[in-house]
């Protein structure tokens, strides 16, 4: 516990390790934890879940995932993803994107997706774009189908940059956009 100085003989007590290697107060640019503001370095894996308890509200809100999404709560807004599953108590008010869906709940809007599957518990109004689809028996469907044959016609767009580049494009405005012309 203590050490022996060498100039005068007393113990002296031993001192640990420094919070931030050499006593000196951290650098910010030498931050280890990455800012929440950027995208993740690495690849996600694993089923992001928007829960039973879970209703997401907004203008012009898209949720995108870019592995699996499985809605068990409302959402009011769109939805893209690699794969969208939309379970019995889930539902959306919007357009739905992905490489597959399936859905057991409700949606209102555009389904757009290589492989669409309504299951017997399915409550659909709007049309689907698709190249695959199947309707079980009991499945409600409102809406007209189109059989895409260009797959890249279906493919979700993931990225957020793109898509707010494309709202931009269509007529709409970035939020720092409304604040010049108010």
């Known amino acids: 516990m203590f050490n022996t100085d060498n100039n005068n003989g007393l113990p002296q007590p031993k ?3 420094t919070p931030f290697g050499n006593g000196a107060a951290p650098n910010p640019a030498q931050r280890t934890a990455p800012s929440p ?3 993740a370095a690495s690849s996600p894996s694993g089923t992001s879940v928007i829960g ?3 209703t997401i509200l907004g203008d012009r809100i898209t949720i995108i995932s870019a592995n699996k999404l499985q809605v068990d709560g409302d959402v009011r807004g769109n939805v893209h993803g690699k794969q969208v599953v939309i379970t019995e108590e889930g539902s959306v008010v919007g357009s739905v994107c992905a490489e597959a869906i399936e859905v057991r709940g409700g949606v209102r809007g555009s389904i757009r ?4 599957k309504l299951l017997a518990s399915a409550q659909v109004e709007g049309d689907i774009t698709h190249q695959k689809l199947s309707i079980a028996e009991g499945a409600e469907f409102d809406g007209r189908i189109k059989l895409s044959k260009d797959v890249s016609e279906l493919m979700p767009v993931l990225d957020p940059e793109v898509l707010e580049r494309n709202r931009i494009d269509a007529g709409g405005f970035a939020a720092t956009d409304q604040t010049r012309e108010n």
């Open 15 to 17: 001192l640990g390790p």
């Open 37 to 39: 503001f950027e995208k």
């Open 52 to 54: 039973t308890d879970l």
């Open 113 to 116: 997706a290589v492989t669409v």
